[in-house]
Protein backbone atom coordinates (compact mmCIF):
# COMPACT_ATOMS: atom_id res chain seq x y z
CA UNK A 1 0.00 0.00 0.00
CA UNK A 2 1.30 3.59 -0.93
CA UNK A 3 0.29 6.52 1.17
CA UNK A 4 0.37 10.06 -1.35
CA UNK A 5 0.54 12.96 1.16
CA UNK A 6 -0.29 16.54 -0.51
CA UNK A 7 -0.23 20.12 1.14
CA UNK A 8 -2.69 23.31 -0.35
CA UNK A 9 -2.81 26.53 1.71
CA UNK A 10 -5.48 28.74 1.06
CA UNK A 11 -7.08 31.94 2.61
CA UNK A 12 -9.42 31.98 5.80
CA UNK A 13 -12.63 33.25 3.30
CA UNK A 14 -11.39 30.38 0.65
CA UNK A 15 -11.23 27.72 3.61
CA UNK A 16 -15.25 26.59 3.23
CA UNK A 17 -15.37 26.74 0.14
CA UNK A 18 -12.20 24.88 -0.75
CA UNK A 19 -13.12 21.85 1.58
CA UNK A 20 -16.71 21.59 0.54
CA UNK A 21 -15.43 21.14 -3.11
CA UNK A 22 -13.10 18.51 -1.87
CA UNK A 23 -15.71 16.19 0.35
CA UNK A 24 -18.45 17.10 -2.55
CA UNK A 25 -16.04 16.40 -5.48
CA UNK A 26 -12.47 15.74 -5.73
CA UNK A 27 -11.66 13.05 -2.74
CA UNK A 28 -15.25 11.08 -4.03
CA UNK A 29 -14.16 11.28 -7.59
CA UNK A 30 -10.35 9.30 -6.34
CA UNK A 31 -12.32 7.12 -3.80
CA UNK A 32 -14.55 5.75 -6.68
CA UNK A 33 -11.43 5.04 -9.06
CA UNK A 34 -9.02 3.84 -6.35
CA UNK A 35 -11.16 2.41 -3.17
CA UNK A 36 -8.65 2.30 -0.91
CA UNK A 37 -9.62 5.53 1.01
CA UNK A 38 -8.71 9.29 1.80
CA UNK A 39 -8.18 11.37 4.51
CA UNK A 40 -8.51 15.28 4.87
CA UNK A 41 -7.40 17.09 7.37
CA UNK A 42 -7.27 20.94 8.35
CA UNK A 43 -5.60 23.75 10.43
CA UNK A 44 -5.43 27.26 10.57
CA UNK A 45 -1.54 28.57 10.28
CA UNK A 46 0.27 31.90 10.88
CA UNK A 47 -2.42 33.11 13.89
CA UNK A 48 -5.13 32.30 11.22
CA UNK A 49 -3.70 34.16 7.71
CA UNK A 50 -3.91 31.25 5.83
CA UNK A 51 -5.75 27.69 6.30
CA UNK A 52 -3.31 24.48 5.76
CA UNK A 53 -4.85 21.27 4.07
CA UNK A 54 -3.47 17.84 4.01
CA UNK A 55 -4.70 14.81 1.76
CA UNK A 56 -3.75 11.28 2.26
CA UNK A 57 -4.62 9.10 -0.64
CA UNK A 58 -3.96 5.52 -0.48
CA UNK A 59 -2.85 3.21 -3.36
CA UNK A 60 -2.53 -0.43 -4.06
CA UNK A 61 1.25 0.47 -5.05
CA UNK A 62 2.96 2.77 -7.78
CA UNK A 63 1.11 1.62 -10.85
CA UNK A 64 -1.85 2.51 -9.77
CA UNK A 65 -0.28 6.09 -8.61
CA UNK A 66 0.83 6.37 -12.24
CA UNK A 67 -2.67 5.39 -13.09
CA UNK A 68 -3.65 8.33 -11.53
CA UNK A 69 -1.51 11.23 -11.80
CA UNK A 70 0.31 9.87 -14.93
CA UNK A 71 4.19 8.95 -15.54
CA UNK A 72 5.40 11.79 -12.92
CA UNK A 73 3.78 10.55 -10.95
CA UNK A 74 4.72 12.50 -8.04
CA UNK A 75 3.53 16.04 -9.51
CA UNK A 76 0.38 17.16 -7.98
CA UNK A 77 -3.21 16.76 -9.60
CA UNK A 78 -5.07 19.71 -8.95
CA UNK A 79 -8.21 20.85 -11.18
CA UNK A 80 -8.55 24.74 -12.22
CA UNK A 81 -11.54 25.01 -9.77
CA UNK A 82 -9.10 23.93 -6.61
CA UNK A 83 -6.42 25.95 -8.15
CA UNK A 84 -8.68 29.05 -8.20
CA UNK A 85 -9.46 28.42 -4.29
CA UNK A 86 -5.96 27.76 -3.36
CA UNK A 87 -2.99 30.45 -2.43
CA UNK A 88 0.06 28.00 -3.28
CA UNK A 89 0.60 24.09 -2.63
CA UNK A 90 3.07 21.79 -2.73
CA UNK A 91 3.90 21.20 -6.90
CA UNK A 92 5.11 17.46 -6.14
CA UNK A 93 3.66 15.07 -3.83
CA UNK A 94 4.82 12.57 -1.14
CA UNK A 95 4.84 8.98 -1.93
CA UNK A 96 5.28 6.23 1.59
CA UNK A 97 4.76 2.56 1.93
CA UNK A 98 2.61 1.92 4.49
CA UNK A 99 4.08 -0.38 6.84
CA UNK A 100 1.20 -0.03 9.55
CA UNK A 101 -2.46 1.76 9.70
CA UNK A 102 -4.46 1.62 12.40
CA UNK A 103 -6.97 3.64 12.85
CA UNK A 104 -9.93 3.87 15.15
CA UNK A 105 -13.00 6.24 15.58
Known amino acids: ?36 GVQLFRRPLNEAVEVEFITICYFEDLDEVRAFAGDDYEKCVVPPRARALLKR ?14 VSQ
Open 89 to 102: FDERSQHYEVKRSK
Open 1 to 36: MIARIWHGYTTPENADPYEQLLQDEILPAIERAHRH
